[in-house]
């Protein structure tokens, strides 16, 4: 069973940084894609960054574009997710997620089917 346990969130002002962390269990790690998700109270779930089983593809919304990196360290199981000059509108639950299938980057939310328990960011004005 994949158990994903996030961490790295917490209260920030406007303007700073936050780096999250993924920690994965299982040996097969390298060979899924990864992705980082957010949702609000009364809103779906949103795809905010997604990368490749090798590192060497990713993707992100727009509105992230820039200030956010996605990355892996496939020798330890995790993944990151480094947000800079948060915004107040970047206040939500984040999780991160393991694809179904292997040797993807995972666009889609219906690609993923393991879950963490989710990290809270609150960004202040």
């Known amino acids: 069973q994949v158990q994903l346990v996030e961490s790295g969130g917490g209260l920030v002002q406007a303007g700073g940084s936050l780096r999250l962390s993924c920690a994965a269990s299982?040996?097969?790690?390298?060979?899924?894609?990864m992705g980082w998700f957010r949702q609000t109270p009364g809103k779906e779930r949103e795809f905010v960054a997604a990368?490749?089983?090798?590192?060497?593809?990713?993707r992100y919304v727009d509105s992230v574009k820039g200030r956010f990196t996605i990355s892996r360290d496939n020798a330890k199981n995790t993944v990151y997710l480094q947000m800079n000059s948060l915004k107040t509108e970047d206040t939500a639950v984040y999780y991160c997620?393991?694809?179904?299938?292997?040797?993807?980057?995972?666009?889609?939310?219906?690609?993923?089917?393991?879950w963490g328990q989710g990290t809270q960011v609150t960004v202040s004005s």
């Open positions: 997620a393991r694809t179904d299938s292997e040797l993807v980057l995972g666009l889609s939310r219906t690609e993923y089917g393991y």
């Open positions: 299982g040996r097969t790690f390298g060979l899924y894609g």
């Open positions: 990368i490749s089983w090798n590192g060497r593809a990713t």
